[in-house]
T-cell receptor, first 112, second 117 residues
């Protein structure tokens, strides 16, 4: 099945550093979502984006819906150890099914 | 508010055996989803229910996988017979509605980790 391309695949950073990751697709989406998944748990929604060009923040997290509607970006400022986990983007093209297509994930490790 | 419940959390079976997973969505959520997440990948939708009807099962391997949501609340996903490549985490999610543009949020359960040997 289709999956979105996320980069980087993994990041190893020091506490306090800022983090950027992105997600690209060959298809247009009308909604972009960013999830975080901790080991042994299901994904938890962080941010939802509904309009091209939209910039939305949730605490230290900021995400943007790309103008082309084929990409999205997530930034984490001043990282802390509890930011460790796998971050997934997901796109929704609309229609009757509300089907989400997930990205390949970015593993984030934060060194205290 | 209670979250999405799943059981069992872990299951180990031999290939060609059968296995079933159970999911209880958040109360009042009409839409229920089953996802397969293979190690190192993002979740992939297997089947979506709206109440007790199937909305999308285009990626469900129907020769061995089946799912039902008979009363429009909880759901079971079955694999019969299992193959080695079915080893994955099976996630259940639910959402309040499938059509509202502003509320597409899906809430995920903790998943069932299946190992097929």
């Amino acid at each position: 099945g289709q999956q979105l391309n996320q980069s980087p695949q993994s990041m190893f950073i020091q506490e306090g550093e800022d983090v950027s990751m992105n997600c690209t697709s060959s298809s247009i989406f009308n909604t972009w979502l960013w999830y975080k998944q901790d080991p042994g748990e299901g994904p938890v929604l962080l941010i939802a984006l509904y309009k091209a060009g939209e910039l939305t923040s949730n605490g230290r997290l900021t995400a943007q819906f790309g103008i082309t509607r084929k990409d999205s970006f997530l930034n984490i400022s001043a990282s802390i150890p509890s930011d460790v986990g796998i971050y997934f983007c997901a796109g929704r093209s609309g229609g009757a099914t509300n089907k989400l297509i997930f990205g390949t994930g970015t593993l984030l490790a934060v060194q205290p | 508010e209670a979250g999405v419940a799943q059981s069992p959390r872990y299951k180990i079976i031999e290939k060609r055996q059968s296995v079933a997973f159970w999911c209880n969505p958040i109360s009042g959520h009409a839409t229920l989803y089953w996802y397969q997440q293979i190690l190192g990948q993002g979740p992939k939708l297997l089947i979506q229910f709206q109440n007790n009807g199937v909305v999308d099962d285009s990626q469900l391997p129907k020769d061995r996988f089946s799912a039902e949501r008979l009363k429009g609340v909880d759901s079971t996903l079955k694999i019969q017979p299992a193959k080695l490549e079915d080893s994955a985490v099976y996630l259940c999610a639910s959402s309040l509605t499938q059509v509202a543009v502003e509320l597409p949020e899906q809430y995920f359960g903790p998943g069932t980790r299946l190992t097929v040997t």
